[in-house]
């Protein structure tokens, strides 16, 4: 009896050893991936929350380091090299480090990026990136703190920061343009009929040389070996852009008719709205 006792209580301290409570994090942890132009971003961090606190100038004194967050350093990591307040930053990981001001924030890109929280000795060497960005007042109280892109374009974006009433905006610029250039340049040595549709959809929505962006939508019709409704439609847009409006008719009364072929309402509709804009219908 005295070893089954023994043994039981055994199992039961080694049944406590391992058993764990879950709780929920006080600071949650998020990951964000966005993508921008061809680039991947990827922002790893932790949120505190207010709690009735306040904040800035407070809990998060004025002109000191911050971790930017909670726990570990916040993380952001890019796919290629991109701009931020005039310098390249390379691509790879960097921490986010912060030094709140009541009208402005100094925001630095720092290359070590495996602390937890500010570095003990902070060095100089290793700010690859450093910005000053303007605060911005918020009608409300954000409770948790929140970090975003914000106001995407192809070649640029803000990394934005929220806690309590205050924005705060870090512009950065992508090299989209150049990296898609370099693409085209690279296929247009052998390039199929993707290749040259594609190059002129982007020539035409990026506002480049539209003539350019018609020779190769040309191409593209040319080397199809079956009609695309999508592809005409497209080269409708394109000679609208460049100035013929005669053949931009053309190719969207093509559009229509392989469209209505198709069953393919919303081109349809697309087309004929075109034509009666440009008095076709």
Known sequence: MKKLFLFVCTVLIAFGGFAQIQTPAPSPFQKIEQKVGLTDVTLEYSRPSMRGRTIFGDLVPYDKVWRTGANANTKITFSDDVMIGGNTLKAGSYAIYTKPGAQNWEV????????????????????????????????MDIESFTMSFDDITNDSANLGLMWEKTYVGVPIKFHTD????????????GPGANDYYAAAVYYLEA?????????????AIELREQPAFWYHRQQSLIYAKAGDKKGAIKAAEKSLEL?????????????????????AM
């Open 259 to 279: 469209a209505k072929a198709a069953g393919n309402d919303d081109y349809i509709a697309l087309n004929q709205k075109s034509l009666k804009e440009w008095g």
């Open 178 to 189: 150049k990296m898609v250039g370099a693409s085209i340049d690279k296929v247009m040595n």
């Open 207 to 219: 506002g480049k040389d539209i003539n350019k962006a018609k020779m190769w939508i040309d191409k």
């Open 108 to 139: 630095y890109f720092y290359s070590d990026a495996n602390n937890w929280g500010t570095p003990q000795n902070w060095d100089d060497s290793k700010v690859a990136a450093k910005v000053t960005a303007s605060t911005y007042p918020l009608p």
